[in-house]
């Protein structure tokens, strides 16, 4: 099977990065997956899971909790900016309990008026952590 390079960068630098056959994302509106050759786009990512598959065949396949970020595939490249990825097989369950707890009384905070946090980025926060724990309930 065809392959593409594939970037997952985080602001603290590479997640990943490599040939592989398939990469699907948690589109906004959805999973986007990519093929080699495929068309041109760009779309923003919601926190998710993105499944990097290494080989289909042999289901070597890499799974990270991401946070939301954007998506750009050109010719036979791939490049998903994410503001957090977490390999599942590294996900501390503490840590995504902390950062669900403090979003949560954020957003409280925000709800009561005595914040003016940004609503869509603390949902984001909330939804990320929750992910994380979800990915990580699957690996364990």
Same mark, same amino acid.
């Given at each position: 099977?065809?392959?593409? !390079? ?7 630098g @590479?997640?990943? !990065?490599?040939?592989v056959?398939? %990469?699907v994302?948690p +589109?906004? @509106?959805?999973e %986007? +997956?990519v093929?080699?050759?495929?068309a041109?786009?760009v779309?923003m990512?919601? @926190?998710g899971s993105t ?7 042999s289901?070597?396949v890499?799974?990270? @909790?991401?946070?939301?970020g ?6 036979d490249r791939?490049?998903?900016l ?8 590294? %996900?501390d /369950?503490?840590?995504?309990? !902390?950062?669900?707890e403090?979003?949560?009384a954020?957003l409280?905070r925000?709800e009561?008026?005595? /914040?003016d946090a ?7 926060? %909330?939804r ?5 724990? !979800?990915?990580a309930?699957?690996?364990t």
């Amino acid at each position: 099977m065809a392959t593409f !390079e594939v970037s997952l960068v985080t602001p603290d630098g @590479a997640a990943f !990065e490599g040939e592989v056959e398939m %990469i699907v994302v948690p +589109g906004d @509106a959805g999973e %986007i +997956g990519v093929l080699a050759r495929h068309a041109p786009l760009v779309a923003m990512l919601k @926190a998710g899971s993105t499944r990097i598959y290494r080989d289909r065949a042999s289901d070597d396949v890499v799974e990270f @909790a991401t946070g939301p970020g954007f998506f750009k595939v050109e010719q036979d490249r791939a490049l998903a900016l994410v503001d957090d990825a977490v390999d599942a097989r590294n %996900i501390d /369950s503490a840590r995504a309990q !902390e950062q669900l707890e403090t979003a949560r009384a954020e957003l409280e905070r925000v709800e009561q008026g005595d /914040s003016d946090a940004d609503r869509w980025q603390l949902e984001q926060r %909330i939804r990320h952590a929750e992910n994380q724990l !979800e990915v990580a309930g699957r690996t364990t």
